[in-house]
């Protein structure tokens, strides 16, 4: 007999955007790519690396589609890294991460977003693009980011 196994890391992310009057301006579901060094972390963590658990996500403006090879974003917004808002979450075999953007930070046209394992540099696990969402100076966008694996 034959055994088939068809494992791999596949992800999504729930993007919304409040305006400053806390109003919701902008709702997304958008599939991503588990790049190399994602794929790569997570195995290692299954034998107990001292890496970094992952702990932010950052915004950019590159339109370039991700590839598997990518270790950072293409066009980072300078000061949009930002923590998890919660501690990860884990249920069955998915994953789940969420960080908050607030007035101020990550302003303008996003088109890209990733999760690292540190405040600055670090690890890449996820990269993806999506049409423009504009964020305006006062609005808060959050993001609520899976990654499974199956």
């Keep these: 007999?034959?055994?088939?196994?068809?494992n791999k890391a596949t992800g999504h992310l729930s993007i919304k955007v409040w305006d400053e009057n806390g109003k919701l301006?902008?709702?997304?579901?958008?599939p991503n790519l588990v790049v190399t060094t994602g794929k790569n972390y997570i195995a290692s963590r299954m034998i107990g690396t001292s890496a970094n658990v992952m702990s932010h996500m950052e915004l950019g403006t590159s339109t370039t589609a991700p590839l598997a090879g990518d270790t950072a974003l293409l066009?980072?917004?300078?000061?949009?890294?930002?923590?998890?808002?919660?501690?990860?979450?884990?249920?069955?075999?998915?994953?789940t991460y969420?960080?908050?953007f607030a007035a101020g930070i990550g302003t303008g046209a996003i088109t890209?977003?990733?999760i690292f394992n540190a405040a600055s540099a670090g690890t890449m696990l996820c990269r993806t693009t999506f049409p423009v969402v504009n964020k305006a100076a006062g609005d808060v966008i959050n993001i609520s980011w899976s990654v499974t694996i199956s």
């Design 75 to 95: 066009a980072a917004i300078g000061g949009s890294r930002q923590a998890f808002n919660t501690a990860a979450s884990v249920v069955a075999n998915t994953v």
């Design 1 to 6: 007999m034959k055994i088939q196994d068809t």
């Design 112 to 114: 890209e977003a990733g």
């Design 25 to 30: 301006k902008d709702s997304r579901f958008i």
């Design 98 to 100: 969420s960080a908050n």
